[in-house]
């Protein structure tokens, strides 16, 4: 199972919003809506921002969203602040008997 | 509060064999699916191994299977991962996490895992 596809980098300045995509195959993010989001802060473990592809856990702010459309899922963050400078992963469920694979993995920096 | 804290890493040389645990806390640990994901040094992360709440059903990553055993104990809320002939390639971060509706909810601090000569 091939990771899924997302750039290495994205940025954008304070207030402004940023966009990650995250390309996989119709066996996986096509196949399922189960796409989730994880933030990682440098030496933290990760942290589960969305999951089902737009459903956000109690205490994510509002200003993380995300879609799918097709075999791309992508994370959105409004608003942006300095506390979201962090590597994003997605992930995505793939119903195979290696059931779940993640993104490459993109750094957001607010810049 | 959700708590998972795992133990177990170190530094092993290549072929020798470690055992991870991931003590959980704060729901109900039999009734949880429950994960081991780890990340190499300055890398992304990689989905390892799951197991359902019972222990009946798991699944392991292409790069452990025949080597790495996941299992439970539900009577401890203990979650175990045994890893065999380990691979420099095995170095890393072992993260053990909370599964349900197929998202990783909730994380431990990890466990750093070292396999070198």
Redesign the interface.
């Known amino acids: 199972?091939s990771?899924l596809t997302q750039p290495p980098s994205a940025s954008g300045s304070p207030g402004q919003s940023v966009t990650i995509s995250c390309t996989g195959t119709s066996s996986d993010v096509g196949a399922?809506n189960?796409v989730?989001w994880?933030q990682?802060h440098p030496g933290k473990?990760?942290?589960?921002m969305i999951?089902?592809v737009s459903k956000r856990?109690s205490g994510v702010p509002d200003r993380f969203s995300g879609s799918k459309s097709g075999n791309t899922a992508s994370l959105t963050v409004s608003g942006l602040q300095a506390e979201d400078e962090a590597d994003y992963?997605c992930?995505s469920?793939t119903g195979s008997?290696?059931?779940?694979?993640?993104?490459?993995?993109t750094k957001v920096t607010v810049l | 509060e959700v708590q998972l804290l795992e133990s177990g890493g170190g530094l092993v040389q290549p072929g020798e064999s470690l055992r991870l645990s991931c003590a959980a806390s704060g729901f109900t640990f039999s009734s949880s699916a429950m994960?081991w994901?780890r990340q190499a040094p300055g890398k992304?992360?990689?989905?390892v191994s799951?197991i359902s709440g019972s222990g009946i059903i798991t699944?392991?990553?292409?790069s452990v299977k025949g080597r790495f055993t996941i299992s439970r104990d539900n009577s401890k809320s203990t979650l175990y991962l045994q890893m065999n002939s380990l691979r420099a390639e095995d170095t890393g971060i072992y993260?053990c996490a909370r599964t349900e509706?197929?998202?990783?909810?909730?994380?431990?601090?990890?466990t750093l895992v070292t396999v070198s000569s």
């Open positions: 199972q990771a399922y189960y989730s994880y990682q473990a990760p942290k589960l999951y089902e856990p992963y992930n469920y008997n290696n059931p779940y694979v993640f993104g490459t993995g | 994960s994901v992304g992360l990689e989905w799951v699944y392991y990553a292409d993260y509706a197929y998202a990783f909810h909730h994380w431990g601090q990890g």
